[in-house]
């Protein structure tokens, strides 16, 4: 009985690992994304990039069969086309880079969102849409 407590506090304890690596992972993309739009140097876009495939390879395990695939796939694609027009190696981390602005919306959307609720905004937002009858 206590061998199954311990293995499930294990998984537990790993999961919660697992889930802190890929909050900080996905932060720190999004937030270098942001700090390279005001500071332009190649070394950010490098290291979010190194940021990108991490995260790329930690998460995978955690998705669905689906989108495991799709994302296998996508990869081996890719890896294919550098091969064919000779891209250096060397640059597949700022490859990563290229959908941030997307990732980082899409990241930030429910803590803009959870703002928009406890300040009201959600409320006039829509009574100005009705006003100007978009709604």
Do not use: C
């Not at 994304?33 to 190649?42: C, K, P, R, S």
């Not at 990241?107 to 937002?125: A, R």
Request: glycine fraction near 6%.
């Amino acid at each position: 009985m206590d061998f199954v407590k311990i293995r499930r506090d294990n998984a537990l304890r790993k999961r919660d690992i697992m889930n802190r690596l890929l909050f900080y992972l996905y932060t720190s993309y999004a937030l270098l994304f942001i700090l390279n739009l005001f500071i332009a140097w190649d070394g950010i876009l490098t290291i979010q990039g190194v940021i990108g495939v991490l995260a790329l390879i930690f998460s995978i395990r955690g998705a669905n069969r689906t989108y495991q695939s799709i994302g296998i796939v996508f990869l081996i694609i890719a890896l294919a086309l550098m091969v064919t027009y000779d891209l250096p190696f060397q640059d597949l981390a700022t490859y990563f880079t290229s959908m941030a602005l997307l990732l980082t919306l899409l990241y930030f959307i429910p803590f803009i969102n959870h703002y928009m609720i406890v300040g009201g905004y959600e409320q006039s937002l829509f009574n100005l849409l009705q006003k100007i009858h978009l709604i």
